[in-house]
């Protein structure tokens, strides 16, 4: 059985809604196959992004890019009111310019933040305009359809703006292990590569099963696990892209050696075979 899962569905370019409902039961590790922006109006509790925990308090916003394992660990005692959206990365590339990527508070190095706070004060012109986004996506005016993504495009260019002038902080308070942490951006960057248990702890300098073990105390998942998933979706992501590469070559450049096991953790994983994927979404590209 997995130890995380896909969570979650999108059907058009972007979703907008607000929750307050408390946390019932614990949300397991799980990813999404869209980008996710999350603005806690009410929260106690901590949010883990790719090994990192971060502390949320009002006002913090949270990014979780496609593919980033993550789950929320919140206080069942006090309230939980936040406005979440899901956004498709392909529509954030459509709308973009040059000089305008709209994507791009999501394209954080390893060791970055995926939280931010907003500063303490008067109402955020950031805040309004989210919430009036909220509102407005579940109306039924005229154009509300236009509008709505009129308001959304909106509200990504002030949320860009804030983080380049520096509107939105850090959460100082952020924990990750300091030998996980740097292991994580291994992973991403040497995906193709041998990433075995041998070659991950020579790496953090720590022996096999002591890494394993505090790998899956950090994250709380398998290291093995991990970087099998890490794999699906990279070479998914590649899948979905026009290329001259074959479903082969695009296997090896993900890290598998063999071309068998990679159909089937594919098509165990996406319910999907990799041929069957690449149809779909290249397609009249």
């Known amino acids: 059985m997995a130890e995380y899962e896909k969570k979650g569905y999108l059907v058009q370019d972007f979703k907008v809604f607000r929750l307050q409902s408390p946390m019932s039961i614990p949300v397991p590790f799980h990813y999404h196959d869209f980008h996710k922006i999350i603005l806690f109006l009410a929260v106690r509790g901590d949010y883990i992004i790719e ?15 496609a593919g980033e394992i993550h789950r929320p660990v919140i206080d069942v005692r006090g309230p939980y009111e936040r406005i979440v959206i899901y956004v498709a990365p392909s529509f ?15 394209r954080r190095a390893p060791g970055e933040a995926g939280v931010m706070r907003l500063a303490s004060g008067d109402t955020h012109e950031l805040l309004s305009q989210m919430e009036k986004l909220e509102r407005t996506a579940h109306g039924d005016g005229f154009a509300n ?18 983080l380049f002038s520096h509107e939105l902080g850090t959460v100082k308070e952020a924990a990750a292990d300091e030998k996980i942490q740097p292991l994580l951006g291994y992973i991403e960057t040497h995906i193709s590569e041998d990433l075995s248990a041998d070659i991950l702890a ?16 950090a994250t709380g998942y398998s290291l093995h696990r991990y970087v099998t998933m890490k794999r699906l979706l990279h070479a998914r992501a590649m899948l979905s892209q026009p290329s001259e590469k074959t479903i082969t070559e695009i296997s090896a450049a993900s890290g598998f050696s063999d071309y068998t096991a990679f159909f089937r953790a594919f098509k165990s994983q996406f319910s999907v075979t990799p041929q069957a994927w690449r149809k779909m979404r290249t397609e009249g590209k």
């Not at 009129?150 to 860009?160: G, K």
């Not at 099963?209 to 790998?215: A, E, H, P, T, V």
Request: overall charge positive.
């Open 145 to 162: 359809g236009l509008y709505t993504e009129a308001l959304f495009v909106e509200f990504m260019i002030l949320l860009h703006r804030a």
């Open 51 to 65: 090994g990192t925990s971060y502390p949320l308090g009002p006002r913090d916003i949270a990014f979780v890019r």
């Open 202 to 217: 020579k790496e953090a300098y720590l022996s096999k099963y002591y890494l394993m073990r505090r790998f899956k105390a």
């Open 92 to 106: 954030l590339s459509r709308v973009s310019r040059p000089g305008a990527d709209l994507s791009a508070c999501f």
